[in-house]
């Protein structure tokens, strides 16, 4: 199949890129800058802000992933519902079979976070215009890079000890970068997939203070940790924006989100793309091992 990937560059399209190519697709990474594109895949130029130019990228296309988001700017729902509605229209114009989106869990019962609805009001957006939409939610990405994992690790190797709110003891389930991408992969061309929601996770449902445990065991330090029952999103995302080096409004966007447990609900997924996740420990230690080559990699080319 010839599919394009919007978000070829980011921390999962570039893996997603690699996956496909190895599982003989013509890949086609959809960017903003294609001279500055080092991944796998022929770079195309567009823009989902700038709806003129997804015709030429999406032509000849067969499916797609949408992996498109702004959370490192103020007005990130405005332009995520924007851009989603412009990718809608692309995709069912240019006659693709499929759209994979990969968006975020929470209860949909909740309260839930500006972050999380943004990403409820993308799915949405992405089937309006009628291209059968693949939604796989995830929680927290354990991962070389993501976002959500950096600020983890960060936290435990900046901070021996550390303050921190009520969040720290909402429930999640993580989920590694390597068993994402299979699944974004597993429900390519599945005709059961199409114009369904599924939730994805590892085996483990954990508490944040309880990662941050774990990573630090992992890595042989010592943390402690002194809950505190008053810190707001605000203070929250200027402390981690001082310790972590995440800007501090993808800090803040994320903060927001972490009063809402995001887990697992149903596995509809693993009768789709059965395999047995890895467990948190084992994908700690790969984004470990991930960061050590890179490292090391850098330093030879120093």
Known sequence: MRVLVAGASGFVGKRLCLALEQEGHEVIAMTRDPKAYTGVGRPVEADVLQPATLPSALAGCDAAYYLVHSLDDEDFEDKDARGAMAFSTAATDAGLSQVVYL???????????????????????????????????????????????????????HLPAMITPRWVRTRCQPVGISDVVRY???????????????????????????????????????????????????????????????????????????????????????????????????????????????????????
Do not use: C
């Not at 929470?106 to 999380?116: F, K, P, Y």
């Not at 429900?187 to 929601?197: N, Q």
């Open 103 to 157: 968006g975020g869990l929470g209860n949909d019962a909740d309260d839930l976070s500006a972050h999380l609805r943004s990403r409820r009001e993308v799915e949405r957006l992405l089937a309006s215009a009628g291209v059968p939409v693949t939604t796989l939610r995830a929680g927290i990405i354990v991962g070389h890079g993501g976002i959500s994992w950096e600020l983890t690790r960060q936290l435990v190797e």
């Open 184 to 302: 974004l992969v597993g429900v390519l061309g599945v005709s059961e997939a199409k114009e369904r929601t599924f939730e994805i996770g590892g085996p483990e449902v954990l508490a944040y203070v309880e990662m941050m445990q774990r990573v630090a065991v992992l890595e042989g330090r010592h943390l402690l940790i002194v809950p505190v029952p008053i810190l707001s999103p605000k203070l929250s995302s200027r402390w981690l924006a001082f310790v972590t080096d995440v800007d501090r409004q993808t800090a803040r966007s994320l903060i927001d989100s972490m009063s809402n447990e995001v887990v697992v609900r149903d596995d509809a997924i693993r009768s789709v793309v059965p395999f047995a996740p890895m467990d948190y420990d084992d994908m700690v230690l790969q984004a470990l091992k991930e960061r050590a080559q890179e490292k090391r990699a850098q330093e030879k080319r120093a």
